[in-house]
């Protein structure tokens, strides 16, 4: 209680919060679902009171931020390959505050920041208390948003980046949907590791100011799906032929996407936006030696979760971040007492509108 | 010229031949062309004299056996993608007997079989003068088949075996085609492994005496396209998921096979019989961990010409040869002067016939 104390006198802004809460009890709301459903439906709000000490080996935190990725919606909808025990609590990722840390407890102190770093602790509440051995410590310098998505998009743009061929500055990665939260953070990454990118966007209105954005970010080249299929890009050495090929969007595209690897590269699938899959022509395998794998974000989590690996990778992307190297995707932050108004917007396609929504709990 | 003699007294078969030979010249014969096309319009036996004595680093060698692969014919009509310089001559593989080798060569003697090692040397002929690096020696106890098609199918299907996923015996290895020549080299190659086999035949009239013949070679199982879909062979665990998977079918039956592999098998495709691409969920990859990749044995060895890895290969499968473990392809000899019948037959569609045409050079 001492630690407590004294940490809330630092924490103005929130203590009197905190004071009230572990005088008492912590007051938790957390979005339940006790079956898989349209999350307009399935979704509820339930109080809980945590009214317990702080358990040995936990933190007890508030959270801060938390987005709502479409893997959240699919995820309750009983739509996506891990599926958690119900009931559950929705929301794979998010920042919180530690409020109070158990006895036996060592790395963490309150007014730690942390991020939950096992897949679907369920991020959509108020409070929690988690094992320490479930969080990971992040600076306060870090920006909210960075902090609240790092577990998925820019690890998956990190992982696939290394993970499935050797690249070394000068060399060329080419994908689709460069606009998606991900893709922003390959062109940011590519940009730091020295490598060029060739960014495929849909064709669409205002694709210039689009085109633009994603120059800003750093990429190198930026060509519609039209431009792609005439462009002298590689015929003309302007840009080596890329080894590496990221695709999130499947169908024609990915196949004009493989078109344009260098003999013996590889295409990761890690999305598929338009719903169709992948085709590969039987000449591209067997004389031009492609490779059409994919990535994962969640299995790879599960299997290095407490891997040198995994610390590495989020020390360097949190590294980035400070430096103001790459930064978080565009955002929309909606209060969590507005939950249903932030899911309407995205199972109504809000999604596409390119930013991020991101539940804030500071007024909770 | 002494060394020569001393063989030819051994050889009496041969001996007049190339007695007249050596005192004047060797008189070949070879299928060549100078442009690309239909090989019944474009082949053209031409006459030559090797007048030369045999240079240094080089064996005299009579072909005994050639065969005509399908890669044979797509590379005449210039549809391959290793095209050779022309004028060219035809033919990738087959055995000869080396009648005579060059002052610096220790490695071969006078009646030595060989093997060609490099893809595109032109065995369609009957007399060459080649490299003592470009050729590798053969048991005479070798079948004159497996001979003539020690490089390309049972290679192929060895290296898909051993390159892309790590087998351990009682796993099982899934393919299609599976009455290709490749095919039944899987087939025996994983029953001397200790690999289980799962092989899909096209539905066809008289497949029980298709399946028959499979089962004979070693096959585990032998299903139809039409049996795969509904089998409960895996589900219900009287065969392991297959972590790996030989596709030389595309399309529909590629995409059956894909669906019955463990979860992060590796679907190989070396050929493309149906002219279908290959086509792959997006599921499949992302969550499944599918890997779709492609084999060439051209590429490979022209990669791994002179490699270890090379060696122990060929003498691992020279030696189950040799033990009567595996065999070769069921075959129809042809007679190197009938070349144009046996082209017809294979353009014409023979090769349906499951037969593999061998030029045979015993009487030219």
């Given at each position: 209680m001492f630690r407590l104390t004294r940490t809330l006198n630092r924490l103005k802004k929130v203590s009197v919060l905190h004071n009230n809460v572990r005088e008492q009890s912590v007051m938790t709301q957390k979005l339940m679902y006790t079956e898989y459903g349209d999350p307009m439906k399935v979704l509820r709000k339930h109080n809980?009171?945590?009214n317990d000490n702080v358990k040995p080996d936990e933190v007890l935190v508030r959270m801060l931020a938390a987005p709502i990725n479409p893997a959240d919606i699919?995820?309750?909808e009983g739509k996506y390959p891990s599926k958690p025990v119900l009931p559950a609590i929705g929301g794979g990722e998010g920042v919180a505050e530690v409020i109070d840390v158990g006895c036996e407890v060592r790395n963490?102190?309150?007014?730690?920041?942390i991020v939950p770093l096992k897949p679907g602790m369920g991020t959509w509440r108020t409070h929690a208390a988690l094992s320490h051995n479930f969080v990971y410590k992040v600076p306060k310098n870090l920006g909210i948003?960075?902090?609240?998505?790092?577990?998925?998009?820019?690890?998956?743009?990190y992982r696939m980046l290394r993970?499935?061929?050797?690249?070394k500055p000068g060399d060329c990665v080419i994908q689709n949907g460069a606009n998606s939260a991900c893709?922003?953070?390959?062109?940011?990454?590519?940009?730091?590791?020295?490598?060029?990118?060739?960014?495929?966007?849909?064709?669409?209105?205002?694709?210039?100011?689009?085109k633009r954005s994603l120059l800003d970010l750093g990429g190198t080249h930026v060509v519609t799906e039209s431009e792609l299929r005439k462009t002298n890009l590689f015929k003309s050495k302007e840009c080596p032929w890329p080894k590496l090929g990221l695709n999130c969007v499947g169908g024609q595209s990915a196949l004009e996407l493989m078109r344009n690897l260098a003999p013996g590269g590889t295409m990761v699938t890690y999305g598929g936006m338009s719903k169709e899959p992948v085709t590969v022509p039987t000449s591209a395998l067997i004389f031009k030696d492609i490779k059409a794998v994919g990535f994962w974000m969640t299995r790879w989590t599960n299997e290095h979760f407490d891997s040198e690996d995994r610390s590495e990778m989020l020390e360097e992307l949190v590294t980035m971040m400070t430096k103001g190297e790459i930064h978080g995707p565009a955002f929309q932050m909606v209060n969590f007492k507005e939950y249903e108004r932030a899911l309407s917007t995205i199972i109504g396609g809000g999604g596409k509108l390119g930013k991020k929504i991101i539940l804030g709990f500071d007024s909770c």
């Open positions: 809980e009171e945590i699919n995820t309750i963490f102190a309150v007014g730690d920041r948003v960075e902090a609240a998505t790092l577990t998925v998009n820019p690890c998956t743009a993970d499935f061929t050797s690249l893709g922003q953070y390959v062109i940011q990454i590519c940009r730091v590791w020295g490598l060029s990118t060739v960014n495929i966007v849909r064709d669409r209105e205002n694709v210039d100011e689009l």
